[in-house]
């Protein structure tokens, strides 16, 4: 490939590599006529000869050159260099909001910070009619000397319209920070699938985890679609209550019982903070909880829960015993049923190889990491 470490693209050396996803690798280069360094998004070769995934750049930068906020990472340029396409970024030198939280827990006045910097790019993409569709930590980019940016609009969708930057518009989100509305693949989504988002933002920054978490992305976007959220002050007692309302108010199933906008989620968060002081935030965020779990299941037939009594486990037991009495009469039914479930299992495999493999092919540089989202579990990356 011609994007190698030492190589020159354009104006552009390529000093080295930043971060790589599913659809795009992102370098570090110098440009030396005007003696700064940028950041390099490239579209990986297997998507540089697809007129889809090609749009899906130009429309990108398109969207975030008309976003014109000081919390945006800003798009300087569109180019194509030997057929591979790519996009030309402020370089941010610092880290994510990803990658910060495994460091330490963060102050009162960063949390306070965060949300009104992402708040306030929100704001201005929202003016726009464009929805972000992916906030995350991963996204959310800290310099050096503390300045917050919101980056990678690949997802963005024009609210209006319905266009997104992603033609077929294949990848839905990430499931740890996915809307309900999003994940149920709503095509009228509006500022409330930001507002959400963000909330799980906050949620995992004050509660020390993200409300879902499970051992698949179809679990956990199940949960955001159906399960209540878990009460903040049961999974970190340390959180105050006005900061836990918010959390609810934010993080509502229902669109209309979220805030109207994130103007008013950022005012009604700073309302919350200035209330319970700093200390209360800062003991708040230092708690890390156990992540998520779903509620284990017996397996065993009689098998209680442990934290059933002996004599209710007893009864259990008994109960089950004479349910199996009575269900051996009807096995010879329940056995056809099985078989034909065994059937269509069968078929469903067949067809879930094909679609695997059609999946792999169009993603077969993907490289297997947690995160983001496409018809198959995918990945998350930086600055992607």
Same mark, same amino acid.
């Given at each position: 490939?011609?994007?190698?470490?030492?190589?020159?693209?354009?104006?552009?050396?390529?000093?080295?590599?930043?971060?790589?996803?599913?659809?795009?690798?992102?370098?570090?280069?110098?440009?030396?006529?005007?003696?700064?360094?940028?950041?390099?998004?490239?579209?990986?070769?297997?998507?540089?000869?697809?007129?889809?995934?090609?749009?899906?750049?130009?429309?990108?930068?398109?969207?975030?050159?008309?976003?014109? $906020?000081?919390?945006?990472?800003?798009?300087?340029?569109?180019?194509?260099?030997?057929?591979?396409?790519?996009?030309?970024?402020?370089?941010?030198?610092?880290?994510?909001?990803?990658?910060?939280?495994?460091?330490?827990?963060?102050?009162?006045?960063?949390?306070?910070?965060?949300?009104?910097?992402?708040?306030?790019?929100?704001?201005?993409?929202?003016?726009?009619?464009?929805?972000?569709?992916?906030?995350?930590?991963?996204?959310?980019?800290?310099?050096?000397?503390?300045?917050?940016?919101?980056?990678?609009?690949?997802?963005?969708?024009?609210?209006?319209?319905?266009?997104?930057?992603?033609?077929?518009?294949?990848?839905?989100?990430?499931?740890?920070?996915?809307?309900?509305?999003?994940?149920?693949?709503?095509?009228?989504?509006?500022?409330?699938?930001?507002?959400?988002?963000?909330?799980?933002?906050?949620?995992?920054?004050?509660?020390?985890?993200?409300?879902?978490?499970?051992?698949?992305?179809?679990?956990?976007?199940?949960? $955001?679609?159906?399960?209540?959220?878990?009460?903040?002050?049961?999974?970190?007692?340390?959180?105050p209550g006005p900061v836990e309302r918010f959390l609810l108010k934010a993080l509502a199933?229902?669109?209309?019982?979220?805030?109207?906008?994130?103007?008013?989620?950022?005012?009604?968060?700073?309302?919350?903070?200035?209330?319970?002081?700093?200390?209360?935030?800062?003991?708040?965020?230092?708690?890390?909880?156990?992540?998520?779990?779903?509620?284990?299941?017996?397996?065993?037939?009689?098998?209680?829960?442990?934290?059933?009594?002996?004599?209710?486990?007893?009864?259990?037991?008994?109960?089950?015993?004479?349910?199996?009495?009575?269900?051996?009469?009807?096995?010879?039914p329940l056995a056809g049923i099985i078989l034909l479930v065994i059937l269509l299992v069968?078929?469903?495999?067949?067809?879930?190889?094909?679609?695997?493999?059609?999946?792999?092919?169009?993603?077969?540089?993907?490289?297997?990491?947690?995160?983001?989202?496409?018809?198959?579990?995918?990945?998350?990356?930086?600055?992607?």
């Open positions: 490939m011609a994007f190698e470490i030492g190589s020159t693209i354009g104006p552009y050396q390529i000093i080295t590599q930043l971060g790589q996803g599913g659809m795009a690798t992102v370098y570090k280069a110098y440009h030396a006529s005007l003696d700064r360094y940028v950041a390099l998004k490239v579209l990986h070769a297997v998507f540089s000869r697809d007129d889809t995934y090609i749009e899906r750049f130009e429309r990108e930068a398109r969207l975030v050159a008309r976003l014109d $906020h000081p919390n945006i990472v800003p798009i300087y340029d569109y180019s194509e260099y030997e057929g591979y396409p790519y996009l030309v970024m402020r370089f941010i030198e610092g880290d994510t909001l990803k990658a910060r939280l495994k460091q330490r827990p963060l102050s009162a006045q960063e949390i306070s910070d965060i949300v009104v910097s992402v708040g306030g790019a929100l704001h201005a993409a929202h003016r726009e009619g464009v929805l972000h569709r992916d906030v995350k930590p991963s996204n959310i980019m800290l310099d050096r000397s503390g300045k917050i940016y919101l980056t990678d609009f690949g997802l963005a969708r024009m609210a209006q319209s319905g266009e997104s930057t992603l033609s077929k518009d294949m990848m839905l989100g990430t499931p740890q920070y996915i809307s309900p509305e999003q994940a149920r693949g709503d095509r009228k989504l509006d500022a409330g699938t930001d507002i959400y988002s963000l909330g799980v933002v906050v949620y995992e920054m004050v509660a020390g985890r993200v409300p879902f978490s499970a051992d698949t992305p179809y679990a956990i976007i199940h949960d $955001h679609i159906f399960s209540p959220l878990p009460l903040p002050s049961l999974v970190n007692p340390e959180i199933k229902d669109r209309r019982a979220r805030f109207e906008s994130v103007e008013q989620m950022v005012a009604a968060y700073l309302a919350a903070a200035n209330q319970v002081g700093d200390q209360a935030i800062e003991a708040a965020s230092a708690v890390r909880p156990a992540p998520a779990s779903r509620p284990a299941v017996p397996t065993q037939p009689g098998a209680v829960p442990s934290s059933t009594s002996p004599a209710e486990g007893k009864a259990a037991a008994r109960r089950q015993r004479r349910s199996g009495a009575r269900s051996r009469s009807g096995l010879w069968a078929v469903g495999l067949v067809l879930n190889q094909a679609i695997t493999e059609e999946a792999q092919h169009i993603f077969i540089d993907s490289p297997a990491r947690e995160g983001s989202w496409y018809i198959l579990p995918g990945h998350d990356t930086l600055l992607l």
